[in-house]
């Protein structure tokens, strides 16, 4: 993305402002990434504790 704002920039067809509001864009995106490539991780956590808890339910008592 940033090879192609810096192309665009020296053809004439971008100016400076595009390619610091293409670089703010793309730096903006990378914690949303990040977040959900850990909700499935996050989720099986949630989806085992489940599990126990519905196990636990399931015991007959003493």
């Given at each position: ?19 610091l509001?293409c ?7 990378f914690?949303p990434v ?16 489940g599990?126990r808890?519905?196990s ?7």
């Open positions: 993305m940033l090879a192609l704002t810096i192309w665009l920039y020296d053809k004439g067809a971008m100016g400076f402002e595009g390619i509001t670089t703010i864009a793309m730096m903006g995106s914690g990040v977040a959900l490539s850990s909700l499935s991780n996050n989720l099986n956590q949630t989806l085992a504790s599990e808890v519905l636990l339910l399931e015991e007959t008592p003493l």
